[in-house]
């Protein structure tokens, strides 16, 4: 069995570890390009401040929330438990692994109805493009690729300049515990 | 195709052909209802629809309990609580939508809150507390369902979707529950609709089956489906046009929309609706032209990625003779090509328009907007190519004529 085939079949626990750090970055991945990135900017424009945006494993898995603040940055709400104004619903632990291993787009999670959204959908759409926009800038290309369905023309130059702005707003939001 | 996962669901009874209304009864009573309040709006009335229903139910046993013909062309919370309370004014146990798209979403609106899950054993009467995906928990009243026209597909759909007037949002209610417990399709009660109408709802279905075929969450099942709903509007839809009155001909168009409505709820739709519903909130243009003037334009933005299989679609549109004759990798555009067909055809017989510039709704300097508007319309994301603002501008310049 290869190394790559070993990831894709890994445990429950090891999928819960996994999925839990993939969503504790993509949670403060997409707070860092809230800060930094003025394409993400421009679509957060579109809702309304106070908005919270989550992404969770039903019954009880990982999850995260972010809530818009009136600046127009998002900010991480570490303990949230209400009902979220636009969620990103995954059916099974097993499902949000697929994604977040990469194995399946986001596109195509919904597509194959391993997700559910419960919200406004065009809040969705606009949701889906910051992810797919974070994870282009972040993500080396050949891994993003398989994140999107189609892989943004992004200058290299641009992609440096504004994947390093969020690497280095992650990881201060990492080290600085999410303090606003 | 070949896919490596996918979910099919469709619990509704069909009940299709002559006399299928006279089935009801029969069909309420296994579901121990014998009281339906009827839904339905004032054109269906007008047109003496409504007739042929209550002659159904006479000396049944089942009993209506309520006419509710208030439904406005856009369904809304304010139109669903009257209908709610008229239901429980007169002591119903069923709903008997009769109508189209509209009337259709009302009954499963009203349906939340004439059932448990509603307001009666909670007190409550927020329907928004349901809004959005999969709130509801637990079966329905009996809902029986009777379209009025041959399009919308609503009747074996699981969402339904109700403006908010008063924060002037349309509201969309998604659950498995919501599907109707059955669909009765019967020819008389589109043998009315005038040739417009006709064509132009023929062509939104046309429009739902292609999607369905050619977007990201088709399968097996729903690819069944969308095909035979093609063939048989692609048969018989000009006859209808020639006979307005023709049973049979009405029963396959009415059974081409609920295939092409199975197909599409299990699979989605992608650009040409992305495109459709923003135009129709831009102009208040109906739906199925709308979807009209979209469908060969986002085939041709698709074909890039889907060639194979908009090629596909030729034999259930044009035949085995011009399939046959069609080197395969001329499929795809010669897909187009009859379609484009069809639309001259249609745009000749009853003035169905096939570019946004024939509608005269929409100034051109408006097309940016309503691309801008439509990228952000949930069926962008089962579209199977990507699309970005140049690409949408791209379309509506085309479909722009």
Wanted: include cysteine; proline fraction near 6%.
């Amino acid at each position: 069995m290869t190394l790559l085939s070993r990831f894709r079949d890994l445990e429950p626990a090891a999928q819960h570890a996994y999925v839990s750090l993939m969503m504790a970055v993509i949670g403060r991945g997409l707070v860092a390009a809230s800060q930094t990135d003025d394409e993400t900017r421009r679509e957060l424009a579109a809702f309304t401040p106070g908005m919270v945006i989550a992404m969770k494993v039903i019954p009880s898995g990982p999850s995260f929330a972010l809530v818009l603040q009136p600046d127009g940055t998002l900010k991480l709400l570490p303990s949230f438990d209400g009902r979220a104004t636009l969620a990103v619903v995954f059916k099974h632990l097993a499902h949000a692994f697929l994604v977040f291993s990469f194995q399946e787009s986001t596109t195509r999670a919904f597509a194959n109805d391993r997700l559910y959204i419960d919200g406004d959908i065009s809040h969705s759409i606009r949701l889906v493009r910051c992810l797919n926009r974070m994870e282009a800038l972040i993500l080396p290309q050949a891994i993003a690729a398989k994140a999107v369905k189609r892989y943004p023309a992004i200058a290299a130059s641009d992609k440096v300049r504004a994947g390093a702005r969020i690497y280095g707003r992650l990881a201060l939001n990492f080290v600085n515990g999410d303090r606003p | 195709m070949s896919r490596d996962f996918y979910e099919f669901f469709c619990p509704v009874k069909v009940i299709a052909g002559e006399r299928a209304l006279e089935h009801i009864p029969f069909e309420l009573g296994l579901l121990g209802a014998a009281r339906p309040m009827i839904l339905t709006d004032k054109g269906v009335i007008a047109a003496g629809l409504l007739a042929h229903v209550q002659k159904a139910l006479a000396s049944s046993g089942v009993a209506i309990g309520a006419v509710f013909d208030e439904v406005p062309q856009d369904s809304s919370l304010a139109t669903v609580r009257a209908a709610a309370a008229r239901y429980r004014e007169a002591g119903c146990d069923a709903i008997l939508a009769v109508g189209g798209g509209s009337v259709i979403d009302t009954s499963k609106g009203v349906n939340i809150l004439v059932s448990d899950a509603g307001d009666v054993a909670e007190g409550g009467g927020d329907l928004l507390r349901y809004a959005g995906a999969h709130h509801l928990k637990k079966p329905l009243r009996p809902l029986f369902v009777v379209p009025t026209t041959a399009g919308t597909g609503s009747e074996v759909t699981l969402v339904a979707i109700i403006s908010d007037e008063t924060r002037g949002v349309k509201v969309p209610f998604t659950s498995t529950f919501l599907m109707p417990n059955a669909a009765v399709l019967d020819p008389r009660m589109t043998q009315t609709l005038p040739a417009h109408l006709t064509a132009m709802t023929a062509m939104d279905a046309m429009t739902h089956a292609m999607e369905a075929y050619t977007c990201l969450a088709a399968n097996p099942l729903s690819d069944a489906y969308a095909t035979s709903a093609i063939q048989k509007i692609s048969n018989h839809l000009l006859p209808v046009l020639d006979d307005l009155k023709s049973p049979l001909g009405r029963l396959e168009l009415a059974q081409a929309s609920t295939m092409a409505g199975i197909a599409f709820s299990n699979s989605m739709v992608g650009l040409v609706h992305a495109l459709g519903h923003t135009l129709g909130s831009m102009t208040h243009l109906p739906h199925g032209v709308c979807m009209n003037l979209f469908l060969p334009y986002v085939l041709e933005y698709n074909l890039p990625v889907a060639s194979d299989r908009i090629g596909e679609l030729l034999l259930p549109l044009a035949g085995p003779d011009i399939y046959a004759s069609t080197p395969k990798g001329r499929r795809g555009t010669e897909t187009i090509t009859q379609l484009r067909r069809l639309r001259d055809t249609l745009n000749a017989r009853c003035k169905l328009p096939r570019t946004i510039q024939e509608t005269g709704k929409l100034d051109r300097s408006a097309l940016r907007t309503l691309a801008e508007r439509a990228l952000d319309d949930g069926p962008v994301a089962f579209n199977p190519r990507e699309a970005d603002l140049s690409d949408m501008i791209g379309i509506v310049e085309r479909a722009w004529g």
